[in-house]
């Protein structure tokens, strides 16, 4: 029998020694693959033939890349928060916990805890393609929320090149999966961060998309590795952008006003299904020159694009707070 989507697997463990594999302990719910990648050498050198020479070539390099979607879950998302934005522990004796994810944007060392991630495609009998990597990061992670549906998120990353190890049994789902209804959400807008979260964007915001490029990506170094894959992580830049679709009445002129005025925003996202549950991102942003006007159905919209910049009052960017029922990941 073939490999089918609803059997396919990707399991995650956040590792001690980074770039050490443990196995896996949880299960993620979702839609994607871990897919391995390999570059090799084909000379183009002739040696007498009118044709291509140099036989099967040589790999040089070799590592891991993967892409994941699904819903947005309180319990799910920090691990990709982890791995891409800080290694963070939560506050809180007992439930809730809060989880605060902020970028250190002082340091280049190694602030994140990278993941050993697993991958299987089965039949439900036999695992037909198995991956195993170590030393993962996320490199990418975008939340997209409308009032049509849940919210949503997409995460990308990197690893070391593919193992042959068996994938681990014992690995297992979260025992609770907290979603999020578009309709649920808030936005705020203010002129400072100390402000964020004072003037909510009431009746207005069609839907909100925001996404993070983490700005981890592999060092490859002459370290004599056996698996030509890539030595460890190096920092780049932060990347995030926003885009907040408005209906365009009083509110959204006014926010067309910032614009025009090259302001200044500071935005925050955010839905709280209870007291002890709650998604929360805070972004320091300047306005996009992209200004583009829609319809939807009748209403006429406009779409604000936001690039996310250092606030050096606060000496903040972005920060996501996650408020659920687990003291771990």
């Not at 463990?13 to 871990?34: I, Y």
């Not at 805890?113 to 439900?124: C, F, K, P």
């Not at 995030?240 to 009445?249: C, N």
């Not at 910032?258 to 200044?264: C, E, V």
């Amino acid at each position: 029998m073939p490999a089918i989507r609803p059997l396919r697997k990707l399991q995650v463990a956040l590792e001690t020694t980074p770039g050490t594999p443990v196995p896996a302990t949880r299960v993620l719910r979702g839609s994607g693959r871990l897919t391995e990648k390999r570059e090799a050498y084909r000379t183009e050198y002739p040696y007498g033939v009118r044709a291509p020479a140099g036989g099967a070539g040589v790999i040089t390099r070799r590592w891991t890349e993967w892409e994941w979607e699904s819903e947005l879950a309180l319990e799910e998302v920090g691990w990709w928060l982890q791995s891409g934005v800080r290694q963070v522990t939560p506050t809180g004796s007992s439930d809730p916990y809060t989880w605060t994810w902020e970028p250190n944007l002082g340091s280049a060392g190694l602030s994140v805890q990278t993941l050993s991630l697993e991958y299987l495609e089965s039949d439900g009998t036999t695992n037909h393609y198995t991956a195993v990597a170590a030393y993962g990061v996320t490199t990418q992670v975008s939340f997209e929320v409308s009032t049509e549906k849940v919210a949503t998120l997409k995460a990308a990353g990197q690893a070391r090149a593919r193992q042959a190890t068996a994938p681990s049994a014992s690995a297992t789902p979260a025992a609770a999966r907290t979603l999020l209804p578009g309709a649920m959400f808030k936005v705020w807008w203010d002129t400072s961060w100390t402000a964020i979260g004072t003037t909510q964007l009431t009746g207005v915001v069609r839907d909100a998309k925001v996404e993070l490029k983490t700005g981890w990506e592999p060092a490859w170094t002459l370290d004599g590795r056996a698996d030509l894959d890539w030595t460890q992580p190096q920092p780049g830049m932060l990347d995030v952008s926003a885009e907040l679709t408005l209906e365009l009445d009083a509110v959204a002129a006014a926010r067309i006003a910032n614009w025009r005025a090259n302001d200044l925003a500071y935005v925050r996202l955010a839905a709280a299904p209870s007291a002890n549950r709650e998604f929360r991102l805070d972004l320091a942003a300047r306005l996009d020159d992209d200004l583009s006007f829609g319809e939807e159905g009748e209403v006429t919209t406009v779409a604000l694009k936001l690039a996310g910049v250092y606030d050096p009052a606060s000496q903040k960017l972005v920060s996501i707070q996650v408020k659920n029922g687990s003291a771990s990941l």
